[in-house]
C-alpha cells in the first residue's frame, strides 16, 4: 500500500520540534543523528548532532518525518516535502516518471545507504516529493516463501 507523509525539513531544530510535537501530540520519538550513519562519511563532522532522520509515530501509524538535511536551503515555503512511501517498485516506477515530466529529478531512482530505492523530484507546480521503497516493510521474509530464501554461497564439503 502507498502512503504520503509530510517531511518537516529544519536547518539544526529538528530535534527541538520533533520532542515539542511529541510533547503536544504523544506518540514515540525515533531520532537518528548524522554521527553513526553511513552518510556521517559524506558530511563534515560538526554535522554529526543533526538529526539525519526523525519520526513520531502514534499507535503505530506515522505523524511526522523530519530531518535536518535541507541545510542552509532553508527558506519559508520549503520545509515540507511530501514523502510517496510506495508499497512496490512498479508503482514507484510509474508515479515517478509521471511527477517528473515538466518537473525537474534532484535524485533518480537508487539503492540508499539506509537499504531502501529512494529518488526525489520537484514538480512542475514546484512541489519536492521524496519517493521511499523499502522491500523488507513491503514484502517481509517469510520463511515459507521459497522466493525469498538468500542466494549463498555452498559451503565446502
Known amino acids: 500500500m502507498t502512503t504520503i507523509n509530510a517531511y518537516l525539513n529544519f536547518?539544526?531544530?529538528c530535534r527541538?520540534?520533533?520532542?515539542?510535537?511529541?510533547?503536544c501530540l504523544g506518540g514515540e520519538l525515533y531520532l537518528q543523528k548524522i554521527a553513526g550513519s553511513p552518510m556521517?562519511?559524506?558530511m563534515p563532522s560538526r554535522a554529526g548532532e543533526k538529526i539525519l532522520h526523525?519520526?513520531?509515530?502514534?499507535?503505530?501509524k506515522v505523524l511526522l518525518l523530519a530531518s535536518d538535511m535541507i541545510g542552509?536551503?532553508?527558506i519559508p515555503g520549503n520545509q515540507i516535502t511530501l514523502c510517496l512511501n510506495c508499497g512496490n517498485e512498479h508503482?514507484?516506477?510509474?508515479?515517478?516518471d509521471k511527477l517528473t515530466r515538466e518537473g525537474t529529478i534532484k535524485h533518480h531512482l537508487h539503492q540508499s545507504l539506509w537499504g531502501t530505492t529512494f529518488g526525489e523530484l520537484t514538480d512542475r507546480f514546484g512541489m519536492t516529493w521524496?519517493?521511499?521503497y523499502s522491500r523488507m516493510l513491503?514484502?517481509?521474509?517469510?520463511?515459507?516463501?521459497?522466493e525469498d530464501e538468500p542466494d549463498l554461497p555452498s559451503l565446502p564439503q
Open 40 to 42: 556521517a562519511l559524506h
Open 130 to 132: 521524496m519517493f521511499n
Open 16 to 23: 527541538e520540534a520533533l520532542t515539542f510535537y511529541q510533547e
Open 11 to 13: 536547518n539544526g531544530r
Open 72 to 74: 542552509t536551503d532553508l
Open 54 to 60: 526523525g519520526s513520531l509515530t502514534l499507535n503505530g
Open 138 to 146: 513491503n514484502h517481509p521474509v517469510t520463511p515459507d516463501d521459497p
Open 91 to 96: 508503482d514507484m516506477q510509474e508515479s515517478f
